[in-house]
Protein backbone atom coordinates (compact mmCIF):
# COMPACT_ATOMS: atom_id res chain seq x y z
CA UNK A 1 0.00 0.00 0.00
CA UNK A 2 1.38 3.80 -0.86
CA UNK A 3 -0.32 6.32 0.02
CA UNK A 4 0.41 10.33 -0.73
CA UNK A 5 0.00 12.44 2.07
CA UNK A 6 1.47 15.40 0.94
CA UNK A 7 2.86 17.09 -2.25
CA UNK A 8 5.64 15.21 -2.09
CA UNK A 9 5.48 12.52 0.57
CA UNK A 10 4.63 9.09 0.19
CA UNK A 11 4.28 6.01 3.35
CA UNK A 12 4.47 3.14 1.61
CA UNK A 13 3.89 -0.78 3.74
CA UNK A 14 5.95 -3.57 2.90
CA UNK A 15 7.10 -7.37 3.66
CA UNK A 16 10.14 -5.20 5.55
CA UNK A 17 7.97 -2.91 7.12
CA UNK A 18 7.23 0.72 6.74
CA UNK A 19 8.53 3.14 4.74
CA UNK A 20 8.79 7.08 3.82
CA UNK A 21 9.47 9.07 1.12
CA UNK A 22 9.87 13.11 1.04
CA UNK A 23 10.96 13.61 -2.37
CA UNK A 24 8.13 12.50 -4.03
CA UNK A 25 9.46 8.69 -4.02
CA UNK A 26 12.92 8.69 -5.71
CA UNK A 27 14.20 7.87 -1.83
CA UNK A 28 12.79 6.12 0.81
CA UNK A 29 13.54 5.44 4.60
CA UNK A 30 12.66 2.89 6.42
CA UNK A 31 10.76 3.75 9.69
CA UNK A 32 11.07 1.55 12.84
CA UNK A 33 7.68 1.11 13.89
CA UNK A 34 8.68 -1.78 16.46
CA UNK A 35 12.44 -1.48 17.78
CA UNK A 36 11.94 -5.29 18.37
CA UNK A 37 11.30 -6.42 14.93
CA UNK A 38 12.18 -3.44 13.03
CA UNK A 39 11.16 -5.31 9.96
CA UNK A 40 8.21 -6.64 10.52
CA UNK A 41 5.89 -7.23 7.79
CA UNK A 42 3.24 -4.26 7.27
CA UNK A 43 0.29 -5.26 4.91
CA UNK A 44 -2.57 -2.78 6.34
CA UNK A 45 -1.79 0.41 6.46
CA UNK A 46 -4.11 4.02 6.78
CA UNK A 47 -3.11 7.63 7.17
CA UNK A 48 -5.50 10.26 8.04
CA UNK A 49 -3.51 13.25 7.50
CA UNK A 50 0.14 13.88 6.79
CA UNK A 51 0.63 13.50 10.24
CA UNK A 52 -1.52 10.39 11.37
CA UNK A 53 -0.63 7.10 10.19
CA UNK A 54 -1.95 3.32 11.60
CA UNK A 55 0.31 0.15 10.31
CA UNK A 56 -0.40 -3.32 10.94
CA UNK A 57 2.00 -5.15 11.72
CA UNK A 58 2.40 -9.14 11.09
CA UNK A 59 1.97 -11.34 14.24
CA UNK A 60 2.62 -7.71 16.41
CA UNK A 61 -0.33 -5.75 16.41
CA UNK A 62 -2.08 -2.48 15.35
CA UNK A 63 0.33 0.58 15.27
CA UNK A 64 -0.12 4.55 15.37
CA UNK A 65 2.15 7.64 15.10
CA UNK A 66 1.42 11.27 15.63
CA UNK A 67 4.22 12.63 13.74
CA UNK A 68 4.27 11.24 10.48
CA UNK A 69 5.54 8.05 10.59
CA UNK A 70 9.14 9.30 13.57
CA UNK A 71 7.67 7.92 16.70
CA UNK A 72 5.03 4.71 16.63
CA UNK A 73 3.02 3.48 19.92
CA UNK A 74 1.18 0.19 20.02
CA UNK A 75 -2.39 0.41 20.37
CA UNK A 76 -4.28 -1.55 22.98
CA UNK A 77 -4.69 -5.29 23.05
CA UNK A 78 -6.04 -7.59 25.14
CA UNK A 79 -9.28 -7.15 27.65
CA UNK A 80 -12.98 -6.10 26.74
CA UNK A 81 -12.14 -2.71 24.70
CA UNK A 82 -8.71 -3.83 23.27
CA UNK A 83 -7.56 -5.34 20.04
CA UNK A 84 -7.41 -9.42 19.82
CA UNK A 85 -4.15 -9.95 22.08
CA UNK A 86 -3.00 -12.02 19.45
CA UNK A 87 -2.05 -11.00 15.58
CA UNK A 88 -1.99 -13.05 12.97
CA UNK A 89 0.02 -12.22 9.78
CA UNK A 90 -2.40 -9.82 8.43
CA UNK A 91 -4.03 -6.98 9.92
CA UNK A 92 -5.85 -4.77 7.06
CA UNK A 93 -6.84 -1.31 8.51
CA UNK A 94 -9.06 1.65 7.02
CA UNK A 95 -10.48 4.72 8.56
CA UNK A 96 -13.41 6.29 7.34
CA UNK A 97 -13.02 9.71 5.57
CA UNK A 98 -15.86 11.43 6.78
CA UNK A 99 -14.97 11.13 10.28
CA UNK A 100 -11.24 10.12 10.83
CA UNK A 101 -11.74 8.94 14.23
CA UNK A 102 -13.83 5.60 12.85
CA UNK A 103 -10.89 3.50 12.47
CA UNK A 104 -11.45 -0.55 11.22
CA UNK A 105 -9.39 -3.17 11.85
CA UNK A 106 -10.13 -6.78 9.99
CA UNK A 107 -7.89 -9.23 12.42
CA UNK A 108 -7.86 -12.72 10.33
CA UNK A 109 -5.38 -15.43 12.74
CA UNK A 110 -6.71 -18.23 11.46
CA UNK A 111 -3.95 -20.43 13.92
CA UNK A 112 -5.47 -19.12 17.23
CA UNK A 113 -8.91 -17.85 16.11
CA UNK A 114 -8.92 -14.48 17.21
CA UNK A 115 -9.89 -12.96 14.01
CA UNK A 116 -12.66 -10.78 13.67
CA UNK A 117 -13.33 -7.15 12.65
CA UNK A 118 -12.82 -4.87 15.12
CA UNK A 119 -14.25 -0.81 15.57
CA UNK A 120 -12.78 2.31 16.86
CA UNK A 121 -14.77 5.42 17.22
CA UNK A 122 -12.07 7.50 19.03
CA UNK A 123 -9.01 7.13 16.76
CA UNK A 124 -7.77 3.96 18.21
CA UNK A 125 -8.00 3.94 22.09
CA UNK A 126 -11.26 1.68 22.23
CA UNK A 127 -12.35 -0.94 20.26
CA UNK A 128 -15.34 -3.33 19.81
CA UNK A 129 -16.78 -6.05 17.41
CA UNK A 130 -16.30 -9.25 16.40
CA UNK A 131 -14.52 -11.84 18.35
CA UNK A 132 -14.64 -14.58 15.75
CA UNK A 133 -13.48 -15.02 12.39
CA UNK A 134 -14.68 -13.16 9.74
CA UNK A 135 -17.46 -15.18 7.35
CA UNK A 136 -15.34 -13.73 4.39
CA UNK A 137 -12.33 -16.15 5.55
CA UNK A 138 -12.76 -19.51 3.62
CA UNK A 139 -10.29 -22.22 4.32
CA UNK A 140 -7.89 -19.63 6.39
CA UNK A 141 -7.13 -17.90 3.28
CA UNK A 142 -7.09 -15.02 5.31
CA UNK A 143 -2.90 -14.80 5.88
CA UNK A 144 -3.20 -14.48 1.69
CA UNK A 145 -5.76 -12.07 1.12
CA UNK A 146 -7.83 -9.87 3.40
CA UNK A 147 -8.78 -6.18 2.67
CA UNK A 148 -11.42 -3.97 4.77
CA UNK A 149 -12.77 -0.61 3.41
CA UNK A 150 -14.79 2.00 4.71
CA UNK A 151 -17.62 3.70 2.32
CA UNK A 152 -16.39 6.90 1.56
CA UNK A 153 -19.52 9.12 2.89
CA UNK A 154 -20.69 6.20 5.39
CA UNK A 155 -18.84 5.13 8.15
CA UNK A 156 -21.00 2.15 9.67
CA UNK A 157 -21.01 0.50 5.94
CA UNK A 158 -17.82 -1.44 5.51
CA UNK A 159 -16.65 -3.78 2.50
CA UNK A 160 -14.34 -6.67 3.38
CA UNK A 161 -12.92 -8.91 1.28
CA UNK A 162 -11.11 -12.19 0.92
CA UNK A 163 -11.79 -15.56 -0.88
CA UNK A 164 -15.60 -13.70 -0.42
CA UNK A 165 -16.34 -10.39 -0.15
CA UNK A 166 -18.92 -9.18 1.71
CA UNK A 167 -20.85 -5.60 3.27
CA UNK A 168 -21.96 -4.63 7.03
CA UNK A 169 -25.53 -2.75 6.95
CA UNK A 170 -25.12 0.59 7.76
CA UNK A 171 -25.82 0.51 11.70
CA UNK A 172 -22.45 0.13 13.76
CA UNK A 173 -21.85 -2.25 16.65
CA UNK A 174 -25.30 -4.26 14.52
CA UNK A 175 -23.69 -4.21 11.43
CA UNK A 176 -20.50 -5.69 12.16
CA UNK A 177 -22.78 -9.16 13.34
CA UNK A 178 -24.63 -9.13 10.54
CA UNK A 179 -22.41 -8.95 7.05
CA UNK A 180 -23.53 -10.04 4.01
CA UNK A 181 -22.19 -10.92 0.67
CA UNK A 182 -22.10 -8.68 -2.04
CA UNK A 183 -22.06 -8.52 -5.39
CA UNK A 184 -19.42 -6.60 -7.46
CA UNK A 185 -18.52 -5.97 -11.05
CA UNK A 186 -15.13 -6.15 -12.63
CA UNK A 187 -13.96 -4.50 -15.46
CA UNK A 188 -11.22 -5.72 -17.72
CA UNK A 189 -8.55 -2.93 -18.41
CA UNK A 190 -7.57 -4.28 -21.81
CA UNK A 191 -10.96 -5.60 -23.43
CA UNK A 192 -14.58 -4.43 -23.72
CA UNK A 193 -16.36 -7.29 -21.27
CA UNK A 194 -17.07 -6.65 -17.48
CA UNK A 195 -17.63 -9.73 -15.31
CA UNK A 196 -19.96 -9.80 -12.74
CA UNK A 197 -19.46 -12.28 -9.31
CA UNK A 198 -21.38 -13.53 -7.38
CA UNK A 199 -19.36 -13.38 -4.01
CA UNK A 200 -19.71 -16.68 -1.99
CA UNK A 201 -21.74 -17.12 1.39
CA UNK A 202 -22.77 -20.59 1.90
CA UNK A 203 -22.93 -21.55 -2.34
CA UNK A 204 -20.61 -20.97 -4.85
CA UNK A 205 -19.85 -18.06 -7.14
CA UNK A 206 -21.25 -17.48 -10.30
CA UNK A 207 -20.03 -14.88 -13.01
CA UNK A 208 -21.41 -13.49 -15.76
CA UNK A 209 -20.19 -11.72 -18.91
CA UNK A 210 -21.47 -8.81 -20.43
CA UNK A 211 -20.06 -6.21 -23.64
CA UNK A 212 -21.99 -3.22 -22.46
CA UNK A 213 -18.60 -1.43 -20.64
CA UNK A 214 -16.31 0.38 -23.19
CA UNK A 215 -12.71 -0.72 -22.37
CA UNK A 216 -10.39 1.40 -20.21
CA UNK A 217 -6.59 1.96 -20.24
CA UNK A 218 -4.39 -0.45 -17.74
CA UNK A 219 -3.62 1.34 -14.39
CA UNK A 220 -0.27 0.70 -13.54
CA UNK A 221 -0.12 2.52 -9.54
CA UNK A 222 -2.13 3.53 -7.94
CA UNK A 223 -2.11 6.23 -4.82
CA UNK A 224 -3.93 6.43 -1.82
CA UNK A 225 -4.87 10.05 -0.26
CA UNK A 226 -6.32 10.14 3.23
Given at each position: ???????????????K?????????????H??V??????????G????????????L?????????????????????G????????????????????????????????????GI????????T??????????I????????????????????????????L??P?????????????T?????????????I??????????????????RS?????????
Amino acid sequence: MLYLVGNSIMIMSTEKGVFRSTDGGNTFTHLIVEPADSNAPCYGLVATNAATIYAGLSFRGVYKSFNGGFTWTKLPSGGPNGLPGTAGSTISLDASKSDPAIVYAAYTDTNNNQGGIYKSTDAGQTWFGGNSLPTYIDNKQGSHVNVIRVHPQDPDRVYAGGVSMLVTPTGGLVGLNSIEPITVTMISPTSSSSHRIQSRSSSAATAESSSRIPPRSPLTTQLRRP
